[in-house]
């Protein structure tokens, strides 16, 4: 029988036992601190269940602290027992976090990061900004040249290294690029991965494919060394695998799964569906829903809109940040900045290629042409390209850029590549929005930035061999003769104010543009 010393020191050992046990039960619970870059990826992994189904019977979620700040963030599940956190700080300083689950492993995990200021390169998300217009998040200004590369994701390694190559010297800062495989028209290939597991020709939407993502979120790291948006297409009609009909309760599933996987890449943008119109499975009540999904779940509030096919989406709806047009009505533009009060992209124009079908050969011209009319007209233009060849089409092996990637053949990007860095300058100027504004009423086509910063005229198919310029009185500007093929600029000598009479080189398609001096 113990006396009272021996049973006061078995006390105080089970007592410091106790303690012990809970301390190690607390340092297994917190997580390491890391340092990050601003607008750049956190990334905690997390061990946990594996048996079952963890996609349905498992959810985690993790809220990170700085100050008053608390932003929320959805986990997910990445396969073989790992689960992963995703987030990206805006703000430099001291994060911390704690997770939630309703498994014990994976609630209560905490831990912290040091965001430090983001390095030359990492200018931050997109955003709107002057109403009608992009910058980044850290003020730069951003004008969107985009192009379209539906499917180029699902193509061979080599396909997508070569695209990845043509991406780096191009002209292009954003491309429109699907998630589900597509089958059209010179694609009908079977994709090297699905996103959900199959059995013989269903899918069960029950499970996840986790390398399918993964892939996808090495394309995007991809994109954004490149400092190219990934405008993510989120559903499309063009579908052999069942996934535009799939039960709602699994759309909604994996766009929750998506947001979480690639909302922290501060290149992402959402694209609700290309030519939603064409789904006819889907209601109003759908995609109303699915863009709350969108809204609510996304904690960094990316760029999102929706494509159609036929009739404008009413995009003065709240989701939208912008308007994604499908159309070639140019002169429409500056009402539908108005009636939407918003950025307007025509994301789909019509492509330069010399296919049979209307919408894929424009000529290099036209192209061209297209881009310098959505720039006067204060919005913005979107390139595809659809060359083939007879022998190509023969064996069933055509490779074209606006679904596949590879090279692009068309004489325009270059040309889109000169008006990129004239607009980039015009913006660069101090003073006022970055963005152009049409000028109204129209005589010949020009646009200006606020405060005549600067002024761009655009002669389109007339050839006048000279015109008295209506220039604001009592400001003096220089002027610029802008060969848009050419690819020219040449100083027009003097300085101009008020109604300034210019000699032109009286042929079409030509561009003045005069800068406040």
């Known amino acids: 029988m113990m006396n009272r010393r021996e049973m006061l020191k078995a006390g105080s050992a089970a007592l410091v036992g106790a303690a012990t046990a809970t301390t190690e039960a607390e340092e297994r619970k917190f997580v390491s601190s890391s340092t990050v870059e601003q607008w750049d990826i956190f990334e905690q992994t997390f061990t946990g269940p594996r048996e079952g189904n963890p996609f349905l019977d498992v959810w985690t979620q993790a809220v990170f602290r700085k100050g008053y700040r608390d932003v929320r963030v959805d986990g997910f599940y990445d ?23 309703n498994i014990p492993e994976l609630k209560g995990r905490k ?7 983001a390095k030359s390169g990492n200018h931050g998300p997109v955003r709107v900004r002057d109403s009608y217009h992009f910058g980044y998040a850290d003020g730069t200004p951003y004008f969107p040249f985009g192009t379209t590369c539906y499917a180029w994701v699902h193509q061979t390694e080599d396909l997508q290294r070569q695209t990845l190559e043509f991406l780096r010297s191009g002209p292009f800062n954003k491309i429109r690029m699907c998630l589900f495989p597509k089958w059209y028209q010179y694609n009908h290939g079977v994709p090297p991965r699905f996103p959900f597991q199959r059995r013989d020709d269903s899918n069960d939407y ?9 892939h996808i979120e090495d394309r995007i790291q991809d994109l954004r060394a490149l400092n190219i948006e990934a405008d993510l297409i989120l559903f499309h009609p063009y579908d052999h695998w069942g996934f535009q009909e799939m039960p709602a309760d699994v759309n909604d599933r994996y766009l929750r799964y998506v947001i979480a996987r690639f909302a922290a890449y501060r290149n992402v943008w959402w694209s609700l569906a290309n030519e939603f119109d064409l789904m006819r499975k889907k209601s109003s009540a759908d995609w109303d829903r699915y863009a709350s999904i969108v809204t609510e779940t996304d904690p960094y509030a990316h760029l999102r809109s929706i494509h159609y096919s036929r009739a404008p989406y009413d995009y003065s709806r709240t989701w939208c940040t912008h308007a994604s047009v499908q159309d070639y009505a140019f002169d429409k533009a500056p009402q539908w900045r108005v ?31 297209r881009f310098w009319l959505c720039t006067v007209a204060g ?12 022998n190509e089409i023969e064996n069933d092996k055509a490779i074209l850029w606006w679904s596949h990637g590879g090279t692009l053949k068309g004489s325009s990007p270059k040309r889109i590549g000169f008006l990129r860095k004239l607009l980039e300058d015009i913006g660069a100027q101090e003073g006022g929005h970055i963005g152009l504004e049409a000028i109204e009423p129209v005589y010949y086509l020009a646009a200006k930035r606020s405060s005549n910063q600067a002024i761009l005229w655009y002669f389109d198919f007339h050839e006048p061999s000279y015109y008295d310029f209506p220039l604001p009185e009592g400001a003096r500007f220089k002027a610029e003769w802008i060969d848009p093929w050419q690819m ?18 009286g042929k079409p398609y030509q561009a003045i543009v005069f800068r406040k001096v």
């Open 379 to 390: 919005v913005y233009g979107g390139h595809g390209e659809t060359y083939v060849d007879e």
């Open 339 to 369: 009636d939407w009060r918003k950025p307007v992209i025509f994301d789909e124009c019509m492509y330069e290629g010399n296919i049979n079908s209307r919408w894929g050969n424009l000529s290099g011209e036209e192209m061209t042409r």
């Open 79 to 101: 396969g073989n027992g790992i689960y992963k956190m995703r987030f990206m700080p805006d703000e430099p300083g001291t994060w911390t976090f704690e997770t939630d689950s």
């Open 488 to 505: 020219t600029v040449k100083a027009i000598e003097g300085v101009f104010t008020g109604k300034s009479r210019i000699k032109l080189p």
């Open 206 to 214: 029950t499970h996840f494919v986790p390398e399918f993502f993964q």
């Open 111 to 117: 831990g912290s990061l040091q965001c430090v200021p």
